[in-house]
């Protein structure tokens, strides 16, 4: 066991369950945003088509993604998700390899303006524990999955080939997204210096790197059992049974706010296809190997 609170396999895997049919109930409105895509001085397009969308809820915060669509009448998706900074981005060099690309912000924390808060102050991981997983990540993962069944049904995308990729949290939630489609379609995951991966190693440590949030936001020293839980649903380590796809990670030597070990630990819990790239002299933030490994991964599996 990861953490005597964490909670157990079947019950990560009713979790799981009840993320999808939860969104089952919710009806979202998924319309594009006139508005601008790229300054003066990135001006240069790979391809067309692409706009921001803004997806709509009764009861929820407007969220919104980008759109990025291939050539092809039919082709996979490949399912893009942000950093804790909360940045937007675009992916010409998968779209050209024939994929389509949807970048999902959740919680509407970017927007194509810029951010909603000036300070950039997202509470996503406090208010995971400090509501003992009822809010934060249970809802940031909401949105995504609302997005992906969105783009799912899209005629321009193969609803049976798709895949998820990101760095830090990107990487992180990426995981998390793949174990929740586990049994529903989803291919393979490139995960990029995982965040949200093993909290009882790093939360034990003097420097907590990114996962500092969790333990300042715990009331108590050494936090309660019910926060602990709530850690637990999104430790990707809690996951790494439902990760029996092909699963890509990357970890740097220098990086100190998700170490190689902890990355190395769930990498020796995955049960199926798998690859870790140790990056020497490489700290924490978008690697520049990640985008060439990921795009072979995913010609590969997805």
Request: proline letters at 8%.
């Amino acid at each position: 066991m990861i953490h005597p609170h964490y909670p157990t396999a079947e019950e990560v895997d009713a979790w799981c369950e009840s993320l999808l049919k939860r969104a089952e109930g919710i009806s979202v409105a998924a319309h594009p945003v006139d508005a601008p895509q790229y300054a003066y001085q990135l001006g240069v397009r790979h391809t067309s088509g692409n706009h921001y969308v803004a997806f709509e809820s009764e009861g929820r915060t407007t969220f919104y993604g980008y759109w990025q669509p291939a050539s092809p009448k039919l082709a996979p998706v490949l399912f893009h998700l942000p950093g804790y900074g909360a940045e937007m981005s675009a992916h010409p060099e998968l779209v050209i390899e024939g994929y389509n690309v949807l970048h999902v912000n959740p919680l509407g924390y970017c927007t194509p303006t810029g951010p909603s808060k000036p300070d950039c102050a997202w509470t996503v991981l406090p208010d995971t524990v400090k509501t003992k997983g009822k809010q934060g990540y249970v809802d940031w993962l909401m949105d995504a999955v609302l997005a992906v069944h969105w783009a799912l049904a899209l005629p321009k995308v193969n609803p049976t080939r798709f895949g998820f990729f990101g760095s830090s949290q990107g990487g992180g939630t990426s995981l998390l997204m793949a174990s929740i489609f586990a049994d529903h379609g989803v291919r393979a995951i490139a995960a990029d210096v995982p965040f949200l991966t093993n909290f009882p190693l790093m939360l034990g440590r003097e420097n907590k790197g990114a996962y500092a949030g969790a333990s300042s936001a715990m009331k108590s020293k050494g936090g309660s059992a019910g926060e602990w839980k709530a850690l637990g649903y999104i430790d990707t380590l809690s996951h790494a049974h439902r990760l029996r796809l092909p699963t890509l990670l990357t970890a740097g030597s220098l990086d100190i706010a998700t170490p190689p070990d902890s990355v190395a630990a769930l990498f020796e819990a995955l049960p199926g296809t798998r690859s870790y790239t140790f990056l020497s002299g490489q700290g924490h933030g978008y690697t520049m190997p990640f985008i060439h490994l990921a795009k072979a991964w995913f010609k590969l599996y997805v």
